[in-house]
């Protein structure tokens, strides 16, 4: 009843259009007060503000994001979009799967949902737009893209999830990897099959001789050593993921600085675009600390899955109104808070009706990246709509194929949890 | 007059929230070299990367960007109300921010006096930087409070305090 | 004080928080062992809620949580708080106790309230949990912090010199730069990557720490038997919510407390053994430190202490009378710890 009151608060803040930073942080205030009194909403506002954010592992969302900028700086997006163009020529939605790609390959690496879709807001929507793609669907695709980065190593969120349920980290990162192979290949699918419906959505190019195609590389050298200069950090071990993103970004600064755009407007203009970014997901994050605590007091999680667990139904249908749950935490509330909250309670009941640990982490995380485009509270579709301007509610509209060819993964994993399980069976050692 | 304080105030903290961000660059940089090259990790790094530079740029930062309307909302159902009613909306945008701020002030506070009146710093010895516990604390009400005095201004003055919805492409707020 | 709904007239409910999944012997053999105790021995007029895996925050922020009375009994990690309660890591310094249930039995008479009007309360609470507005009800030890390193067997203190080694910040930080190894603070979930991809050359953790981060598939070697340190850890419950309650519902919480301190460090010592195990089993090799081995990790440990009362004294806190404290009440705890 409470809980009821509360998330009606906040959804009429959010309809009335007040900041979603400052609505989930009103009801988590609300929330608190009402569940515990003054003590109970002065111990959290005691300590949620300041170790909220005194994180080492937000570190990447501003670092990632000054790097997407500084690339702007450079000229060098524009440039490598212009490749993309002249290679995928007459290709159906060649922009839009070349975007899939690259954006998977750098979500892969980030580590961060969310810095994921804040740097390939910055970087790629306006390319898209210039070159006639639809708006709508250039930015739902980004949102969409961004979620990749929990499910390829490395995640600090699917090493979050092994830690709690105390299974092999190796293992579990290795069950990732496919799963995020096919989650990329399903958002590709869902791109050509919305240009092929409506094609004014995505324009085709024009053909163009081997020897333009062989000219446009030089755009590409800079953005690959940039590429490398991460990844190679990460999986050398010069760098942890979050040192790798301070790499990213003062190398794309270098970039500017080779290329000749530093200039102190510039630079002012790329951190104040960082900070702008940046502060707005740390406030929500933050906020939806909060919110959390309050949902976590009550205990509606527990009291869900406790009903859930008790009832007689095929593991498989007890597994997908799981699913269902988690849908509905994640349109609320930061995966971090969600896999600490919810797998010491879920994971014994999932264990009981046969399901194996490291498949339930991949499922977790993948239905939690969903709840990241769901509304009303979709973290990435927010940041891609502060980076571009455009109304989420458009975005959340356009993300809703994705999201269908996502849940259709969901059933495809429960169904055949072989496929998730094959890579850290055959490759995982003891 | 008060508005060009107040723009002072959150232009010099701004400043210090970028000047923290491209700090958090140079150190973790510096560490891996450091700890790669020289073979000497700088300790400290990671407790003064969590402890004072992101939270420096977040609670420093956070008054510009809610002047310059950074933080996004949903405009579904606000661009169909009449007219007449749209400023209401913004104020109570701007009201929600104003209590939910002046809560995080509040919070903060307690906070502070609590770590400075138990003078706690990380003792001498441990690899962190042991400096008073308060010197990262005290940026949480700072940078709440100022945001809370932007936001009773908006109140005032009934200007919306979230992106303004143009449709364009990247439109950027700038730190001057 | 007590939660708003659900519970039936006359039963107090309590709210405990802690940053221990369920499966960790501070929850399984601390809080679950403490309720059921509460429970029996109040004949059900105490009820608790439980929030385990910092569901309700991080370690740090339990003591706020605890004060204020967001919860009413929340766990206080003196080694996560060096800041704040420096002198309650007293047990965790270089070479104190390689088992858990001695320093337990000494910490439970250094952190004790004492009686209804303060007297008899040991220095650790007078100095520290009683200024902090807690009170001790039951506390463990985790000993026996190791070296585990990737591709560096380390047969004694000598070959530790000129590594780095992830190490979780306070007194572990001394132990390690003393070592003439380099101490390089990692967050938890990065280790396991950062030794994977040798980022670091090592951690240093006990092994029933080292489980859950499943550091036996990317650890090589581990030392067994290194005087490093340990880990204290303690469950309070808040001052304002103690006063609330009536006095025999406090005699319940107190001897609850006392029995569970005594039941959780053997809890600890089955799990370490347990963890050292499944860590061999999963590849670790662990190097038995020989008794001559151990005095030279001894030897090279010993300016840690002295170096720590130093430290103390020159904040202004009872560093020298804290240590003395500490080493005359395990001179004395005989193994079983306190009176259940
Ligand atoms: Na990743
Ligand atoms: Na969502």
Redesign the pocket.
């Known amino acids: 009843m409470l809980v009821a009151g509360v998330l009606l608060l906040l959804l009429v803040l959010l309809l009335l259009r007040v900041p979603v930073g400052f609505a989930i942080g009103l009801s988590g205030l609300v929330g608190l007060i009402s569940y515990g009194g003054l003590p109970v909403l002065a111990g959290f506002l005691e300590t949620v503000p300041h170790s909220a954010i005194a994180s080492h592992s937000l570190a990447p969302i501003p670092l990632f994001i000054l790097m997407a900028q500084f690339v702007l700086l450079s000229g060098v997006a524009s440039e490598l979009f212009d490749a993309a163009r002249v290679w995928v020529g007459r290709l159906p939605a060649g922009l839009g799967v070349g975007t899939t790609v690259s954006g998977a390959a750098f979500?892969?690496?980030?580590?961060s949902s969310t810095a994921a879709a804040a740097t390939l807001a910055a970087t790629s929507i306006p390319e898209m737009e210039d070159r006639g793609y639809d708006g709508r669907l250039a930015n739902g695709l980004v949102a969409v893209v961004g979620t990749l980065?929990?499910m390829?190593?490395?995640?600090i969120i699917l090493v979050f999830y092994a830690i709690l349920a105390e299974a092999s980290v190796g293992k579990v990162l290795l069950a990732g990897f496919l799963p995020g192979l096919l989650v990329t290949l399903a958002i590709i699918a869902t791109t050509l099959l919305l240009v092929r419906r409506n094609p004014d959505l995505a324009p085709r190019g024009e053909a163009h001789p081997i020897a333009v195609k062989v000219r446009t590389l030089t755009a590409v050298g800079p953005v690959l050593l940039l590429f490398a200069l991460v990844v190679g950090g990460i999986y050398f071990g010069l760098a942890t993921p979050t040192e790798a993103a301070a790499l990213g970004a003062l190398g794309a600064f270098g970039l500017c600085a080779a290329r000749r755009r530093l200039t102190l407007a510039g630079i002012r203009a790329a951190l104040g675009a960082t900070l702008a970014s940046s502060a707005m997901i740390l406030l929500i994050i933050m906020a939806a600390f909060l919110l959390g605590y309050f949902l976590t007091l009550t205990r509606v999680t527990q009291g869900l899955v406790d009903t859930i667990g008790g009832l007689a139904a095929p593991p498989t249908v007890v597994f997908l109104l799981i699913a269902v749950v988690y849908l509905v935490l994640g349109a609320f509330m930061d995966q971090i808070a969600i896999l600490a909250l919810t797998v010491p309670i879920v994971l014994p009941v999932v264990e009981e009706l046969g399901f194996d640990p490291i498949w339930f982490g991949v499922m977790v995380v993948l239905l939690a990246e969903i709840g990241l485009v769901t509304p009303p509270l979709g973290l990435n579709v927010f940041i891609v709509a502060r980076a571009t301007g455009r109304p989420p509610e458009q975005i959340f509209r356009a993300v809703v194929p994705y999201i269908a060819a996502m849940l259709l993964l969901v059933l495809l994993f429960t169904a055949f949890p072989q496929i998730v399980l094959w890579i850290p069976e055959t490759m995982g050692g003891s | 007059m008060a508005e060009r304080m107040l723009r002072r105030v959150e232009d010099a903290l701004g400043l210090v929230a970028g000047l923290a961000l491209a700090a958090m660059v140079l150190l973790m940089c510096t560490e891996v070299v450091a700890r790669y090259v020289l073979g000497s990790p700088l300790s400290w790094s990671v407790g003064m990367v969590s402890n004072y530079l992101m939270v420096a740029f977040f609670y420093l930062g956070l008054p510009v960007t809610v002047r310059e309307g950074a933080h996004v909302a949903i405009d579904v159902l606000y661009d169909r109300l009449p007219r007449a009613v749209q400023p209401w909306c913004d104020r109570l945008a701007a009201g929600t921010g104003l209590v939910f701020l002046l809560a995080v002030t509040v919070g903060g506070i307690l906070l502070t006096t609590d770590v400075a009146a138990g003078g706690y710093a990380p003792p001498a010895g441990s690899a962190e930087l042991s400096w008073p516990v308060w010197t990262s604390t005290v940026m949480v009400p700072l940078g709440a409070l100022v945001t809370a005095a932007r936001l009773v201004l908006l109140l005032v003055t009934g200007a919306p305090a979230s992106v303004p919805d143009t449709g364009s492409a990247v439109s950027e707020p700038e730190v001057h | 004080g007590a939660a708003p709904s659900g519970a039936p007239p006359g039963v107090t409910t309590l709210r405990i928080g802690d940053s221990y999944p369920p499966s960790h012997p501070a929850s399984r053999d601390g809080v679950d062992f403490f309720v059921e105790r509460a429970v029996e021995l109040s004949d059900g007029r105490l009820a608790f809620d439980y929030f385990p895996s910092a569901q309700l925050g991080e370690a740090e922020d339990h003591v706020a949580l605890t004060r204020s009375g967001a919860i009413d009994i929340g766990v206080v990690s003196p080694p996560y708080l060096a800041d704040r309660l420096p002198l309650s890591n007293v047990a965790d310094l270089p070479g104190m106790s390689t088992d858990a249930c001695r320093p337990a039995a000494a910490l439970s008479e250094l952190m004790s309230a004492g009686g209804p009007d303060g007297s008899g309360a040991g220095i650790l609470h007078t100095s520290e949990y009683g200024p902090q507005g807690l009170r001790m009800l039951f506390v463990g030890v985790q000993p026996g912090y190791e070296v585990m390193t990737v591709g560096v067997p380390v047969t004694g203190p000598s070959d530790v010199a000129g590594l780095q080694l992830r190490s979780s910040g306070g007194v572990l930080d001394a132990a390690v730069d003393a070592l003439g190894a380099a101490p390089v603070s990692i967050a938890g979930p990065e280790m396991y990557e950062a030794l994977s991809r040798g980022t670091v050359d090592g951690t240093t953790l006990p092994p029933m720490s080292a489980t859950p981060y499943r550091l036996d598939e990317v650890a090589t070697d581990s030392t067994l038997g290194a005087p490093l340190g340990s880990f204290t850890l303690s469950y309070t419950i808040g001052e304002r919510t103690w006063r609330e309650l009536p006095e025999d519902l406090r005699a319940v919480l107190t001897r609850a407390g006392a029995e569970t301190t005594a039941h959780l460090c053997r809890g600890i010592e089955e799990e370490n053994e347990r963890a050292r195990t499944a860590l061999a089993e999963g590849g670790l090799h662990f190097t038995q430190q020989t008794p001559e081995q151990v005095a030279q990790w001894r030897t090279a440990l010993e300016p840690v202490r002295g170096q720590w009362v130093a430290d103390m004294e020159a904040r202004g806190l009872p560093g020298a009378a804290t240590l003395t404290a500490m080493e005359q009440a395990l001179a004395t705890a005989e193994r079983g710890g306190s009176d259940g």
């Open positions: 979500a892969a690496v980030s580590g980065a929990a390829v190593p490395p995640s």
